[in-house]
């Protein structure tokens, strides 16, 4: 058994009985939310429609590319120099 788990196993012995269903209950919505969290990430939307951006057009805002193991980088505006 890891270390933490070991940690875990011990605090739940510790706690008062009443307090140890709350925790079963809790740790089980933890599970379940993860688990439906992954269904629908993992769910084939097939083709979606476009979005409808309504009469005013998507929102102005500032460029950004993804650098993988950064995330999203926020590109600066060039200035035309003249």
């Given at each position: ?46 083709a979606l429609p476009p979005y ?31």
């Amino acid at each position: 058994m890891s270390a933490p788990k070991k940690i875990l196993h011990e605090m739940v012995d510790a706690l008062p009985e009443n307090k140890i269903m709350l925790l079963k209950r809790f740790l089980e919505d933890l599970l379940k939310e993860s688990n439906e969290d992954n269904l629908w990430l993992e769910a084939d939307l097939g083709a979606l429609p476009p979005y409808d951006w309504g009469s005013n057009g998507p929102p102005e805002g500032k460029k950004v590319k993804y650098q993988p193991g950064v995330g999203l980088i926020i590109q600066e505006e060039q200035k035309n120099e003249g």
